[in-house]
């Protein structure tokens, strides 16, 4: 039987990780390879599960806890996704928040699944934004602890992979690249822009044939960790909403518009909030992210009398006021032009990590 290739791409909440993988399944399936994508959060209801699938890919979902503290469960979804397809190719992408994952993911594979699985070098993206606020010592507009994590993510990467290049000039792109590899000099860097559909080929072919993999192991505090991701409030809420020949895109643009507002004005430290409105096979996404909340919205979810709307957010706040924040803002968005029907709704704060596996040495 012939391995799958498994390509773990992490980073920080906001790199563009799920951008990435979409563009590059869609590139591999066009080279007539079989693909599965895994997606990974700490609750369930994940706009970028269903971004992916409205693409008709094979998406597994590792919700509840991040891949490290649920090994068996990301097997599983290994597993899972070659039962269907028997992929050549697995494209995973972690919780942004996550970090030590050569010694709780990486090497337990290599020992335990070395059979059926060959891992790739482990990319970790980092948007030009916070990169550079880092690299210059600031936190990258986010919690000092929070920052750790990112810098940690980078420390263990075997390719660092710097992301919407699309939004640099060459001279700053060249700078940034030139300080990214004195940092970290362990990593390969390269770059890439999904939506300019540059650098990707690239760092495809790089990673598609090396196996090297997770040769960094961390020292890291987990205390600390555990403390930069519990300064983020999460919410998870998926609801649908009824009304007559709605235009699902001016909601969407009236409610992330409301988010950004809200946030940039209670100077609320941002990783993510990402919507996905869904209308049968149409579908609208917006998505806010980095420290000046910068905001996209893409594709059209026309108009109808139903849509599906998922709503994910990573604040720095507490859960309870997160959830009064995007409720305000949803009804605000709503305006009462439409029914509304909250089918999940979830907030909370990420526990301490318990990994299932954490190895001191690196496998061969």
Not at 191 to 197: F, I, L, P, V
Not at 211 to 236: C, F, K, M, P
Not at 316 to 335: F, M, N, S
Request: aromatic share 6%; with cysteine.
């Amino acid at each position: 039987m012939n391995k799958t290739r498994l390509i773990l791409t992490g980073g920080f909440l906001g790199a563009g990780k799920t951008t990435l993988i979409w563009s590059v399944a869609l590139k591999l399936i066009k080279q007539g390879k079989r693909v599965g994508l895994i997606t990974n959060d700490q609750a369930p209801e994940l706009v970028d599960s269903r971004l992916l699938a409205q693409s008709g890919l094979s998406v597994a979902e590792v919700a509840g806890s991040c891949f490290c503290c649920n090994f068996n469960g990301f097997t599983d979804a290994i597993h899972d996704i070659n039962s269907k397809i028997q992929a050549d190719v697995i494209l995973a992408e972690p919780v942004g928040s996550c970090a030590d994952l050569s010694a709780t993911i990486i090497q337990p594979l290599k020992k335990f699944h070395s059979t059926d699985v060959l891992v790739s070098p482990f990319t970790v993206l980092a948007d030009p934004e916070r990169l550079g606020s880092i690299l210059k010592g600031g936190n990258g507009g986010l919690h000092d602890d929070a920052a750790y994590i990112y810098v940690k993510q980078l420390e263990e990467a075997d390719v660092i992979l710097i992301t919407k290049t699309d939004t640099l000039t060459a001279d700053s792109l060249a700078n940034l690249l030139q300080e990214t590899e004195r940092r970290f000099r362990n990593a390969t860097v390269m770059t890439a822009s999904a939506n300019a559909d540059k650098g990707i080929d690239e760092w495809m072919e790089y990673v598609s044939s090396r196996t090297e993999s997770g040769r960094q192991l961390l020292d890291i505090d987990y205390d600390r960790y555990a403390h930069g991701e519990a300064v983020l409030g999460w919410l998870n809420g998926t609801v649908n909403l009824h009304g007559s020949d709605a235009d699902w895109d001016a909601l969407l643009s009236d409610l992330m518009n409301g988010l950004k507002s809200r946030l940039t004005a209670e100077n609320l430290r941002t990783g993510h909030v990402k919507v996905i409105a869904e209308n049968g096979k149409q579908y609208a996404v917006g998505n806010l992210t980095g420290p000046d909340c910068t905001l996209t919205l893409r594709s059209s979810a026309g108009r109808s009398d139903d849509l599906h709307l998922i709503i994910n957010a990573r604040v720095e706040c507490t859960p309870e006021y997160l959830d009064r924040l995007v409720r305000d803002e949803l009804v605000k968005a709503v305006g009462g032009r439409y029914t509304d029907e909250v089918t999940a709704w979830r907030y909370l704060q990420p526990g301490r990590p318990n990994p299932t596996h954490r190895f001191s040495e690196t496998v061969k």
